[in-house]
């Protein structure tokens, strides 16, 4: 008994410290993790950071404290015209953007995963009809179309998660649909199949494994790209108002000409936090493609 | 040959009018049958905003009317088909926005706006991206080559919308080098004189910077990795071995070869020019398709919302068949997959 509890810690310790030199092969995907380390820390202990820097009152109250005070030590990005913290605000947003980001990437990435795995795997004709919806979702310009269902439809957290993944999930799908297609001519597949191994156990217990870091990649991409749509709804001030997001934050500055009154915080930091996710889950797929794939590197001798 | 030939263009027009049409159905379909109900809340905003009470039998009254009007009076199938019949006419039937105006007036009105401003920079961005990502490629491996792809890669990232909020910020609040909004000065008209074109030019400036700053990179980065795999081969060791000076090899045989890919991905990106920089327009206030699709969506101007998607799925779907047509140029092997 007590050799396998040490055991299960010996193994857990091994598995992350080879995460770590994973992490350190790669300067690219050290910094994008860590960037992204700190903006998920702040956006999920946004609560605490807020009830303890407000004293447990809501950051969205209105006239709070003074309007339109400059930055200092105790509104360190200034106070905005309604008289509410900035600062307390953007870390709102940051929360509910990220929160839907998360949700939407994570529904596409899994709607593209299985529809990436039918079509790899089965091939024949459901690969015909699955791989022509994908490229049909990915050339058709699906912006205007997301903009005209939320503008016409009441959205809420979920719901507005979900439109955000129909339009998002081929990019992970014809991602893992390549792989998959790799995957399968490979001899341990072939040695499977003569084990008689069944389909499932075959696309789980040998295939699955080989996708994990596409699937991560896949994530990656998707959360970028249902934050930037999502970002862009909320710009020209659609989507309901009960989600906070980044995005809803600079659409409200920029219906109240935040820039021309000089409220510049209200803008700049929302944009920049923004950006410093893109940038890092960039640089983490970036990172990965190193990992994984290192004749990329001496291909292309980045 | 000639038969390939005629095949492969059949082939590829037939498949474009199928995506078209279907492409066509669906949004009509979609946009037909989310819930809601645009035309009584038409009628509602547009009492309200001229403070008219009214009895509820002429609200009625006025409600159906307008349906009528819009022909929504029939049910979906004869909508259809009217929808198809009204397209081939060029007609997209009255805006909300604008009342009795139709919405193919409106978006026609906005569309050369788009095209001189997102045309106009996302060409430039591509000639200074392609030829930074051959000259980058041709310092591979070294500290700067390093340095800039990593540069490249952050920048490339930066939605657009986001960049013009920066450049708005810095260059037009700020520092007041160029005007926030508007596509020329308020207090001139158009007209083919110096003045308005300097005008046009500083308050088109901010717009195609922010775009350019962005895609630029985007297209050093691809074109780099394309150089790359040139620099490799053989032919171009040959050069080096000839004595051939080296902007010539850098022009003649890498820049010339990294290109072709890259024309295909221009003409991909300028069919997508309708569809991909809204937020840019409607940041800047400029009159072009964006700003006209946010202004029609904050009034559920369907008629006009259904035109403009439309036109992009038309831009892109059009751009998809041109490059297809041409791409046998460069690569004839293609046309022996048919």
């Known amino acids: 008994m007590k050799s396998k509890i040490s055991d299960i810690v010996l193994s ?79 870390l709102v947003g940051l929360r509910y ?18 529809i990436g795995l039918l079509a790899g795997y089965i091939g024949g004709k459901i690969d015909a009809v699955l791989n022509s919806i994908t490229n049909g979702v990915l050339i058709l310009p699906t912006l205007p179309l997301l903009m005209a269902i939320v503008a016409y439809v009441r959205m809420n ?20 649909r390549a792989q998959v297609l790799s995957l399968k001519e490979r001899p341990y ?46 710009m020209i001030g659609l989507g309901p108002a009960e989600i906070p997001t980044l995005g809803f934050i600079l659409g409200w500055a920029m219906t109240y000409g935040a820039l021309a009154q000089g409220y510049y915080t209200l803008v700049l930091a929302p944009a920049i936090l923004l950006i410093l996710l893109f940038i890092s889950l960039n640089l983490i797929n970036v990172g990965l493609d190193e990992v994984f794939n290192p004749r990329l590197k001496k291909i292309t001798g980045l | 040959m000639r038969r390939k030939v005629i095949l492969y263009v059949t082939k590829a027009v037939l498949t474009y009018i199928i995506v078209l049409f279907t492409s066509f159905t669906i949004v009509f379909f979609f946009l037909r049958l989310i819930p809601g109900d645009p035309v009584t809340r038409f009628v509602s905003l547009m ?82 991206g392609v030829i930074a990502g051959t000259l980058v490629a041709w310092v591979r491996g070294t500290k700067l080559d390093h340095v800039l792809f990593t540069i490249a890669l952050c920048m490339s990232q930066i939605p657009y919308y986001l960049m013009a909020l920066f450049l708005v910020l810095g260059l037009a609040y700020t520092f007041a080098v160029f005007p926030a909004r508007g596509a020329y000065s308020p207090t001139l008209s158009p007209r083919l004189d110096l003045q308005f074109i300097l005008s046009l030019i500083r308050h088109g400036t901010l717009p195609a910077l922010s775009l350019i700053l962005v895609s630029a990179f985007g297209w050093l980065i691809s074109t780099r990795s394309v150089a790359i795999t040139i620099i490799g081969e053989d032919y171009l060791r040959l050069a080096r071995a000839k ?4 902007m ?25 020019i309708v569809n991909g920089f809204y937020l840019v327009e409607w940041i800047f206030s400029y009159p072009g398709v964006g700003t006209l699709l946010a202004l029609a ?42």
């Open chain 1, 12 to 90: 857990i310790v091994d598995g992350i410290q080879r995460s770590l030199k994973t992490l350190r092969s790669s300067t690219r995907l050290t910094i994008g993790s860590i960037l992204l380390a700190i903006i998920l820390i702040l956006g999920i202990f946004e609560p605490l950071v807020n009830s303890y820097r407000l004293g447990g009152r809501s950051p969205v109250e209105l006239g709070l404290y003074e309007r339109a005070l400059p930055p200092s030590f105790e509104h360190p990005l200034g106070t905005d015209m309604l008289g509410r913290d900035i600062l307390a605000l953007v």
């Open chain 1, 189 to 234: 597949i072939e040695l499977a199949k003569v084990t008689n191994l069944n389909d499932i156990e075959i696309v789980f217990k040998e295939i699955f494994v080989g996708l994990i870091p596409y699937i991560m990649v896949g994530l990656s991409f998707s959360v970028i790209g249902c934050i930037i749509a999502e970002t862009s709804l909320r």
């Open chain 2, 297 to 338: 969506l904050g009034v559920l101007d369907y008629n006009t919302i259904q035109g403009i998607i439309l036109l992009s799925m038309f831009t892109v779907l059009t751009a998809n068949l041109l490059m297809d047509l041409l791409y046998p140029l460069v690569d004839p092997r293609c046309l022996h997959e048919v």
């Open chain 2, 47 to 128: 009492m309200r905003r001229f403070g008219y009470e009214a009895a509820p039998e002429t609200y009625t009254a006025t409600v159906e009317e307008f349906k009528r009007v819009f022909g929504l009076d029939k049910d979906i199938f004869t909508q259809y088909l009217c929808f198809l019949r009204e397209l081939l006419r060029f007609n997209l039937g009255p805006s909300f926005l604008n009342f009795p105006t139709p919405s193919q007036v409106l978006i026609v009105r906005a569309l050369p706006w788009s095209i001189g401003l997102l045309g106009m920079a996302t060409v430039l961005a591509w000639i200074i």
């Open chain 1, 97 to 114: 953007s990220l929160l839907v980001g998360a949700i939407a990437g994570g529904i596409a990435t899994l709607i593209g995963t299985v």
């Open chain 2, 243 to 246: 004595g051939l000076k080296r």
């Open chain 2, 248 to 272: 010539r090899i850098l022009s003649r045989y890498v820049l010339r070869n990294a290109l072709l890919p890259q024309v295909t991905g221009l003409a991909m990106s300028l069919g997508f």
């Open chain 1, 157 to 176: 957290m979920v719901l507005i998660s979900i439109t955000l993944a129909i339009f998002t999930w081929p990019w992970s799908a014809r991602t893992i």
